[in-house]
């Protein structure tokens, strides 16, 4: 007997595909209108797809562009703010800050925006025009 959370797996898989396109699309929107904003946008590798799971880009003063998003209502989240090698979990391997130093580079300016499938143009513009006005600020 398949239990409650096969049940909406199952359901939730139908429309996978309909959400990835989605979230594309929000992606492809926000590449476009951030053109000008002084941040590193994600990058999409001619062999493969993004599913922009998350949308993550790079900014130098990732801790001052997140605080102004913030105190503009704009909920960001920071993914992989420790580099593999420097978890806890790895630590047994020996490696010591400074021994990736890109990883650690990296680690110190990403920043998620908000993305889900069901954003609106409304709401992808308010975060593009927030950045372009952090951007302008600097």
């Not at 398949?2 to 926000?30: N, P």
């Not at 908000?114 to 950045?131: C, F, W």
Request: a neutral charge; aromatic letters at 8%; proline letters at 5%.
């Amino acid at each position: 007997m398949e239990g409650f959370q096969g049940a909406i797996l199952r359901v939730k898989l139908r429309h996978l595909e309909q959400w990835t396109e989605a979230r594309r699309d929000v992606a492809s929107k926000y590449n476009r209108m951030q053109a000008d904003c002084e941040v590193q946008l994600p990058t999409e590798m001619p062999w493969a797809r993004h599913v922009y799971h998350v949308y993550t880009l790079r900014a130098g003063d990732r801790d001052g562009v997140q605080a102004s998003l913030q105190a503009q209502g704009i909920q960001t989240a920071v993914h992989y703010a420790l580099p593999a090698h420097l978890q806890p979990a790895y630590a047994d391997l020996g490696y010591a800050r400074g021994a990736f130093p890109e990883s650690e580079k990296a680690a110190k300016e990403v920043l998620s925006l908000p993305i889900y499938p069901e954003m609106t143009e409304e709401q992808i513009q308010r975060v593009t025009q927030a950045l372009t006005r952090i951007a302008a600020a600097r």
